[in-house]
């Protein structure tokens, strides 16, 4: 009777087993950190689905994008959540993503309307430094000064590609001459976003590239105000991060779910404070108290994905012939 009893016991729980579908996610190591959103929305959403929800950690925003390219559609991700506007007209040309169901009530600066990729949050770049510095009020300012900086490869990082979009959108044809300023005040160039900040924390610049709202964490999770982000004359570029489904997947309907789950009220209360941007959907309950301190840029950038794929290339190009000499 122990066997017989053993043996049912083994086929009930493989049953439950092969009934489970596992959804993979595609991210950004800091999405998937204890102290980034991963470990809520994973909790969150398998409450709901009756799914196994799995991350999976890349760097950084534009290396998720060269991954799934190199692997094509044998790719195992089910979704790539961290791509962003910069990086979409060629995750389409790519033809590796399908157009999703969602629908949402966006609260985002631009109109979105986009039938591929769902927006989950949204930000400004900004240089983050100790709030007691009398930081410079331009970027051709920070490019004239001797300020040491940390910044980000755009090759890999969606910070730093949106850092060459922010001076090609701000200066056009005056880029070059820009990079060629702000070379001599780049400490180092780092993979992905996380990496530069730790160094800052330990004292390795007075600058990071980061966002407007990464002070927010400092005063809401650490009670500590000593940061603030330098708003620049020429207006900041923003950053909206947006997730989008495989064609290939054979769990489609589960990844629309997950898609809709991602701009649901519970999921889009958690971003705020784990992923430290504002949530593509704003909350019943408004933005964390702390949000309000924020600097607000006068002028906010944004180039469309069509056009900033255009300028990639020729902005890397730029950003590369002034760091090589």
């Given at each position: 009777?122990?066997?017989?009893?053993?043996?049912?016991?083994?086929?009930?729980a493989t049953a439950a087993t092969a009934q489970t579908s596992e959804l993979v996610v595609y991210t950004y190591d800091s999405f998937v950190a204890d102290w980034g959103p991963g470990p809520q929305?994973?909790?969150?959403?398998?409450?709901?689905?009756?799914?196994?929800?799995?991350?999976?950690?890349?760097?950084?925003?534009?290396?998720?994008?060269?991954?799934?390219?190199?692997?094509?559609?044998?790719?195992?991700?089910?979704?790539?959540?961290?791509?962003?506007?910069?990086?979409?007209?060629?995750?389409?040309?790519?033809?590796?993503?399908?157009?999703?169901?969602?629908?949402?009530?966006?609260?985002?600066?631009?109109?979105?309307?986009?039938?591929?990729?769902?927006?989950?949050?949204?930000?400004?770049?900004?240089?983050?430094?100790?709030?007691?510095?009398?930081?410079?009020?331009?970027?051709?300012?920070?490019?004239?000064?001797?300020?040491?900086?940390?910044?980000?490869?755009?090759?890999?990082?969606?910070?730093?590609?949106?850092?060459?979009?922010?001076?090609?959108?701000?200066?056009?044809?005056?880029?070059?001459?820009?990079?060629?300023?702000?070379?001599?005040?780049?400490?180092?160039?780092?993979?992905?976003?996380?990496?530069?900040?730790?160094?800052?924390?330990?004292?390795?610049?007075?600058?990071?590239?980061?966002?407007?709202?990464?002070?927010?964490?400092?005063?809401?999770?650490?009670?500590?105000?000593?940061?603030?982000?330098?708003?620049?004359?020429?207006?900041?570029?923003?950053?909206?991060?947006?997730?989008?489904?495989?064609?290939?997947?054979?769990?489609?309907?589960?990844?629309?779910?997950?898609?809709?789950?991602?701009?649901?009220?519970?999921?889009?209360?958690?971003?705020?404070?784990?992923?430290?941007?504002?949530?593509?959907?704003?909350?019943?309950?408004?933005?964390?108290?702390?949000?309000?301190?924020?600097?607000?840029?006068?002028?906010?950038?944004?180039?469309?994905?069509?056009?900033?794929?255009?300028?990639?290339?020729?902005?890397?190009?730029?950003?590369?012939?002034?760091?090589?000499?």
């Amino acid at each position: 009777m122990r066997h017989l009893a053993f043996a049912a016991g083994l086929l009930s729980a493989t049953a439950a087993t092969a009934q489970t579908s596992e959804l993979v996610v595609y991210t950004y190591d800091s999405f998937v950190a204890d102290w980034g959103p991963g470990p809520q929305i994973e909790a969150a959403f398998e409450e709901t689905c009756a799914c196994d929800l799995t991350f999976v950690g890349v760097e950084d925003g534009a290396a998720l994008l060269a991954r799934v390219k190199l692997e094509g559609a044998r790719t195992e991700a089910d979704v790539v959540l961290g791509l962003d506007t910069n990086l979409m007209a060629d995750a389409k040309a790519t033809g590796l993503f399908a157009e999703h169901d969602v629908e949402a009530a966006y609260d985002l600066p631009v109109t979105w309307d986009d039938p591929v990729f769902v927006p989950y949050d949204w930000g400004y770049f900004a240089f983050v430094h100790d709030a007691d510095m009398q930081a410079p009020d331009s970027l051709k300012a920070l490019a004239e000064s001797d300020i040491p900086i940390l910044i980000q490869d755009p090759r890999s990082s969606t910070p730093g590609l949106g850092l060459l979009m922010w001076v090609k959108a701000a200066y056009g044809d005056e880029a070059p001459a820009i990079w060629e300023g702000l070379a001599d005040n780049i400490v180092t160039v780092t993979k992905g976003w996380s990496e530069a900040y730790g160094l800052f924390l330990e004292g390795e610049a007075d600058m990071v590239l980061s966002y407007t709202t990464s002070p927010a964490y400092h005063l809401i999770a650490e009670e500590d105000d000593s940061k603030a982000a330098a708003v620049f004359e020429e207006g900041h570029y923003m950053q909206v991060e947006v997730a989008g489904k495989l064609a290939g997947s054979d769990q489609s309907d589960l990844a629309d779910a997950f898609l809709q789950f991602l701009v649901s009220e519970r999921a889009q209360s958690i971003l705020p404070t784990t992923n430290w941007m504002y949530p593509a959907v704003t909350p019943e309950g408004g933005l964390p108290e702390g949000f309000e301190t924020l600097v607000s840029p006068d002028k906010s950038l944004l180039l469309p994905p069509e056009q900033a794929a255009e300028l990639r290339d020729k902005a890397l190009a730029e950003w590369l012939a002034a760091l090589s000499r």
